[in-house]
């Protein structure tokens, strides 16, 4: 495999594949550099939203595609926002807003117990019966205030004790090993290396 579209238009999430698939030799695509609209995601999981993401890349670019979803789980809002993460408090998409609306729902709750869980879905062609698929989950906590000017989405709010920062205070290298996406990527990777 010499170039892969992604199947994403968040361009956090692009920078951190295009870090961690350099390595590799693999040509990353956007689908926003082929002018490929972004796929609906109507499915209550995470596995079938990135499959229908995938699969729609792929059709439209005729290239092998990698897709992700992925959200923060938080336990006291039994796991949401989970797939609706980016969409917390609506449309149009915005990290800021998804933030204080998280705040103002954890507001008194003292069980502050979140992970994030991602799941990537590699497709070879649109209608790959056999789609790779990798999970990763990187657990921590839910702050009562935002702090740190890395990473994106819930970053500033995601608490990680035995680091004792936020996830938006980690450099890119040390994110590229701990996060969600990097332990689903990991995986990925190692399904990808021949027998």
Request: charged share 20%; proline share 6%.
């Amino acid at each position: 495999m010499q170039k892969l579209v992604i199947a994403s238009n968040n361009p956090g999430k692009l920078r951190e594949f295009q870090r961690m698939l350099a390595p590799l030799g693999i040509e990353v695509l956007t689908q926003s550099q082929l002018g490929i609209a972004e796929a609906e995601e109507p499915h209550c999981t995470f596995v079938e939203n990135a499959l229908a993401k995938a699969r729609h890349v792929s059709s439209a670019s005729g290239l092998p595609a990698l897709a992700d979803d992925s959200g923060i789980c938080v336990a006291a809002l039994h796991g949401a926002p989970g797939v609706l993460s980016a969409r917390f408090a609506g449309e149009p998409k915005s990290d800021a807003r998804n933030n204080e609306k998280l705040l103002q729902a954890m507001h008194g709750i003292a069980d502050r117990r979140a992970h994030y869980y991602c799941v990537l879905v590699l497709v070879q062609q649109a209608d790959d019966p056999q789609p790779l698929i990798a999970e990763g989950e990187w657990h921590g906590e839910i702050a009562h205030e935002e702090r740190g000017d890395g990473g994106f989405g819930y970053d500033p709010l995601f608490w990680l004790p035995a680091l004792g920062k936020m996830s938006a205070e980690l450099s890119h290298d040390e994110k590229a090993q701990l996060s969600h996406r990097a332990q689903a990527l990991k995986v990925l990777l190692q399904r990808l290396q021949p027998a």
